[in-house]
């Protein structure tokens, strides 16, 4: 059974003398620009679903049909060709009557401007869809008042709408929409009319509703930065199609065509991105039981200065040091978990944003666990870096364990002969920890360990 809310297949709309004859040749191939002689194609071949509970946005600039498809999914417009399902009842089999039951029972709507009644109060505005539904006037007042409670306007229930400002205004209309307890929310360009800091705050308010309310919400917008801050999954428009759609985090970093890439290429990707997005798989990892001498080898053969330690079911433990295996292999010692060392781990749905100061703390990549500790993956900082500027993340090693160098080693420790030749041949201080066999990266041979309580407020 489908957990669709809304279907859409195969959506025309053509405004014009010859709308049939437009979509046939655009199913030709036409283009529409050649087609304005014979009507406006408005939106054209559009398809797409959306589940219960999801925020579905539709992005695009003025023209893209992004305002006629969701007046469509209401049937306020009516299709040229293709279908709309609300809750598996095509629209085009309704006859009026059982469209506007539909409207008052299921779906709400956000206007740009409001859409307020000037001679009524705010309470009176809000409870306005229950009195179309026809709600006892003392329980759409109560429920009205409860809902302008959650918008923050308990305290100007009886102005007037000339008396708010735009965004007071917008809050009335939101509540009116939520109000009247739909099942569908439908807001188109809800929040382009008011002020950026005013707009910011009213998306942070409707992603907060939602948390707790789970509408089905369709959202019309031109602006991407809240095409991402606000959709679960978001549909760019373009010429009256929809050119791709997924999640903000495909869109971001896999654009369909140039136009989308284009499009994408200011958005603010630190918070859009999550570690989850970005992380690498993590070669050198070692279960505690394993013992020094396993991981030793482990870091060899993959040219790291450090490994990953995890208990049994990939639970994360901390990090071992190529130096301080060597040291408990020197000393007899089979216990690895004696020198395992705590690191900073992050979340996988903590944004990039949040993981900048932690990745400057942290001499090693930033270990990803989920919420039973289990280690998923790392972000090393080259590659955090890369994601926030949007070039590729590809890094390597850097062999600095030169013949020449390995010559002048003893066993496992460098001489101070080969401190000096390696020191020269990277034309700086050695890196903090070395050992035969292994690269140092980037991160292993950045700044100095950061003081105890940087890494306590980190964690």
């Given at each position: 059974m489908?957990?669709?809310v809304?279907e859409?297949?195969?959506?025309?709309?053509?405004?014009g003398r010859?709308p049939q004859e437009?979509?046939r040749?655009l199913?030709?191939g036409?283009?529409?620009?050649?087609?304005?002689?014979?009507?406006t194609?408005a939106?054209?071949?559009?398809?797409?679903?959306?589940?219960?509970?999801?925020?579905?946005?539709?992005?695009?600039?003025?023209?893209?049909?992004?305002?006629?498809?969701?007046?469509?999914l209401?049937?306020?417009?009516?299709?040229?060709?293709?279908?709309?399902?609300?809750?598996?009842h095509?629209?085009g089999d309704?006859?009026?009557k059982?469209?506007r039951?539909?409207?008052?029972?299921?779906?709400?709507?956000?206007?740009?401007?409001f859409?307020?009644?000037?001679?009524r109060t705010?309470?009176?505005?809000?409870?306005?869809?229950?009195?179309?539904q026809?709600v006892?006037?003392?329980e759409r007042?109560?429920r009205?008042m409860?809902?302008?409670?959650r918008?923050?306007?308990?305290?100007?229930v009886?102005k007037?709408?000339?008396?708010?400002?735009?965004?007071?205004?917008?809050r009335v209309?939101?509540?009116?929409a939520?109000?009247?307890?739909?099942?569908?929310?439908?807001?188109?360009?809800?929040?382009s009319?008011?002020d950026p800091l005013?707009?910011?705050?009213?998306?942070?308010?409707?992603?907060?509703l939602?948390e707790d309310?789970?509408?089905?919400?369709?959202?019309?917008?031109?602006?991407?930065?809240?095409a991402m801050?606000?959709g679960d999954?978001v549909?760019v428009?373009?010429d009256?199609?929809i050119?791709?759609?997924?999640?903000?985090?495909?869109?971001?970093?896999?654009?369909a065509?140039?136009?989308?890439?284009q499009?994408?290429?200011?958005?603010?990707?630190?918070?859009?991105?999550?570690?989850?997005?970005v992380?690498?798989?993590?070669?050198?990892?070692?279960?505690?039981?394993?013992?020094?001498?396993t991981?030793l080898?482990?870091?060899r053969?993959q040219?790291?200065?450090f490994?990953?330690?995890?208990?049994?079911?990939?639970?994360?433990?901390?990090?071992?040091?190529d130096?301080?295996?060597?040291?408990?292999i020197k000393?007899?010692?089979?216990d690895?978990?004696?020198v395992?060392?705590?690191?900073?781990?992050?979340g996988?749905?903590?944004?990039?944003a949040d993981?900048?100061?932690?990745s400057?703390?942290?001499k090693?990549?930033?270990?990803?666990?989920d919420d039973?500790?289990?280690?998923?993956?790392?972000?090393p900082r080259?590659t955090?870096?890369a994601?926030l500027?949007?070039?590729p993340?590809t890094t390597?090693?850097?062999?600095?364990?030169?013949?020449?160098v390995?010559?002048?080693?003893?066993?496992?420790?460098?001489?101070e002969?080969?401190h000096a030749?390696?020191?020269?041949?990277?034309?700086?201080e050695?890196?903090?920890?070395?050992?035969?066999?292994?690269?140092?990266t980037?991160?292993?041979m950045v700044?100095?360990e950061?003081?105890?309580?940087d890494?306590?407020?980190?964690?």
């Amino acid at each position: 059974m489908t957990s669709a809310v809304i279907e859409v297949e195969h959506l025309y709309k053509v405004f014009g003398r010859r709308p049939q004859e437009v979509i046939r040749r655009l199913t030709d191939g036409a283009d529409r620009s050649e087609l304005t002689q014979l009507g406006t194609a408005a939106v054209i071949d559009a398809s797409f679903t959306v589940d219960r509970g999801e925020f579905f946005v539709v992005m695009g600039l003025s023209g893209s049909g992004k305002s006629t498809l969701i007046r469509m999914l209401n049937g306020l417009n009516e299709p040229t060709a293709g279908s709309v399902s609300i809750f598996g009842h095509d629209l085009g089999d309704l006859d009026a009557k059982e469209l506007r039951a539909l409207r008052r029972r299921r779906i709400s709507m956000v206007f740009q401007h409001f859409a307020l009644l000037p001679n009524r109060t705010v309470l009176e505005n809000a409870a306005y869809g229950l009195e179309v539904q026809g709600v006892d006037p003392a329980e759409r007042a109560e429920r009205a008042m409860a809902v302008l409670e959650r918008v923050g306007l308990r305290d100007w229930v009886t102005k007037y709408p000339g008396e708010l400002s735009g965004g007071m205004q917008q809050r009335v209309g939101l509540a009116r929409a939520l109000a009247a307890d739909t099942d569908i929310l439908l807001m188109d360009e809800a929040f382009s009319a008011l002020d950026p800091l005013i707009r910011r705050e009213m998306q942070e308010q409707l992603l907060d509703l939602q948390e707790d309310l789970q509408k089905t919400i369709v959202f019309i917008t031109h602006d991407l930065n809240e095409a991402m801050f606000l959709g679960d999954r978001v549909a760019v428009m373009r010429d009256g199609r929809i050119v791709q759609s997924g999640t903000p985090e495909d869109i971001l970093t896999d654009p369909a065509n140039d136009y989308v890439a284009q499009f994408v290429q200011d958005v603010d990707r630190a918070r859009v991105l999550t570690a989850r997005s970005v992380m690498e798989p993590i070669l050198g990892q070692v279960q505690v039981s394993s013992g020094p001498r396993t991981a030793l080898r482990l870091m060899r053969e993959q040219q790291i200065p450090f490994a990953f330690v995890l208990d049994r079911g990939r639970k994360y433990r901390g990090v071992v040091s190529d130096r301080d295996v060597t040291r408990l292999i020197k000393d007899g010692v089979s216990d690895l978990g004696s020198v395992v060392q705590p690191s900073i781990t992050v979340g996988p749905d903590e944004l990039l944003a949040d993981l900048v100061r932690p990745s400057v703390i942290s001499k090693i990549p930033l270990g990803v666990v989920d919420d039973h500790g289990r280690l998923l993956g790392g972000i090393p900082r080259a590659t955090l870096l890369a994601s926030l500027g949007s070039v590729p993340s590809t890094t390597q090693a850097i062999d600095v364990i030169t013949p020449k160098v390995r010559a002048l080693a003893e066993g496992d420790t460098l001489t101070e002969q080969a401190h000096a030749v390696l020191q020269d041949a990277i034309g700086g201080e050695t890196p903090a920890s070395v050992s035969i066999g292994t690269g140092a990266t980037a991160d292993a041979m950045v700044a100095p360990e950061a003081p105890a309580d940087d890494r306590e407020r980190a964690n």
